[in-house]
């Protein structure tokens, strides 16, 4: 039951992540509920893998709280915005460290190739004003990846 609950919360996770990704394309923002609901999950997401409360759970939250705090001063320069910065701390609660660290290369190669082509379109439409990312597209695609680890490579 455990393994079956696990693969149903991951994919929950995904949709979750391509709904992130969805409304950051098209407002620019991430609903609140919706970190709020991914954070909240990782919890029974910890219990189907039989995470450990003491130290596993806790080493969880403390790398999220690392990475949200990395990230929101980001948002205090002016970087990121705050829905993406919340978007990677509730990430964080599902992965564990190590898959952190993918998340992040992964996350931010697909956000250096998205400003590129966001800057493109910006220039070549010969629009003005501040050009915004919809960061949480990078997020969402470093999410499914390190997700995807687990179907695809199952044999590594």
Known sequence: MGMTL????????ALMLLVASW???KS????NTLNLAIALLAIPFWWSIGLALWPDAAIQIGVAL?????FAGAFALGAMGGGDVKLIGALALWLPFQAVIVL?????????LLTLAMFARHRLARAEGRLEIPYG???AFGGLWVISERFLNQFG
């Open 6 to 13: 696990s693969w149903i919360l991951l994919g929950l996770l």
């Open 23 to 25: 409304c950051d394309l």
């Open 104 to 112: 992040l290369f992964v996350m931010s190669v697909a956000g250096g």
């Open 66 to 70: 690392l990475v949200f705090g990395l």
């Open 28 to 31: 620019r923002t991430i609903p």
């Open 137 to 139: 597209v990078a997020i």
